[in-house]
């Protein structure tokens, strides 16, 4: 069973541009989250969603980044225009549909994303 | 919002000696907390998780966690350090209902041969 794809692993950008980053879940899970590691730091929440629903992007920066889940394919998370500032480590992670009990997340290898 | 700590930055353990990762948690509620274990250019690894039941978790890897309430602490445990245990160590707690994760800004582990 496949882990967590996401690609590509490394991704460099001028200022201005659009990155389009991608993650397939684990086969049979059905949540996607998005977090963003900048150097020397911890992971930061981004967004979470199901097929085809946000349902929370609160850690998302309301200004040019955007996140769907289609019925079909990967999660995409999107940035536009990117600034140097973007520059970072996006780490996709998948579950199975949560119920009644808590599965834990799993980590994709992460896109490693610079912004000249 | 839930929130861990991890005070140290580094630790460094000799092979072979007891190995201790620590992380302290601030929650309103009953805290579902998590370890998970990052190697260079790689994602992160779930080591263990500790949701309810007993104080003392098994994970991967021979590493085990402490949950204590009163001190409000989930330190990482390993009795004998390997040199492949380095590694950054991230604690992370759930983060309201919609089980986002809050993650401490991690600690480096240096196992010297």
């Known amino acids: 069973n496949a882990g967590v794809m996401q690609n590509p692993r490394h991704l460099v950008r001028r200022r201005g541009q659009e990155a389009r980053l991608r993650c397939s879940p684990m086969?049979?899970?059905?949540?996607v989250y998005w977090y963003r590691q900048l150097p020397e730091e911890g992971l930061k929440f981004m967004v979470y969603?199901?097929?085809?629903?946000?349902?929370?992007e609160s850690g998302m920066p309301k200004e040019r980044f955007s996140a769907e889940f289609p019925k079909e394919g990967p999660s995409i998370l999107r940035i536009q225009q990117v600034v140097r500032g973007d520059s970072a480590a996006y780490f996709c992670?998948?579950?199975?549909?949560?119920?009644?009990?808590?599965?834990?997340?799993?980590f994709g290898p992460g896109t490693r994303l610079t912004v000249l | 919002a839930q929130s861990v700590a991890q005070p140290e930055d580094q630790v460094n353990v000799a092979e072979g000696n007891p190995l201790t990762v620590k992380c302290t948690y601030s929650?309103?509620?009953?805290?579902?907390l998590f370890w998970y274990v990052q190697y260079p250019n790689r994602g992160l690894q779930f080591l263990l998780k500790?949701?309810?039941?007993?104080?003392l978790v098994k994970g991967s890897y021979g590493f085990e966690a402490e949950f204590n309430k009163s001190q409000t602490s989930f330190h990482l445990k390993k009795p004998s350090a390997l040199v492949s245990d380095s590694a950054l160590y991230f604690c992370?707690?759930?983060?309201?209902?919609?089980?986002?994760?809050?993650f401490g800004k991690g600690n480096q582990v240096v196992v010297i041969p």
């Open positions: 929650v309103s509620g009953n805290p579902y």
């Open positions: 086969k049979g899970h059905s949540h």
């Open positions: 992670a998948s579950s199975l549909s949560q119920g009644s009990s808590y599965n834990e997340q799993f």
């Open positions: 500790y949701i309810t039941g007993d104080n």
């Open positions: 969603l199901q097929k085809e629903n946000i349902i929370d």
């Open positions: 992370a707690v759930r983060d309201g209902g919609n089980n986002r994760l809050a």
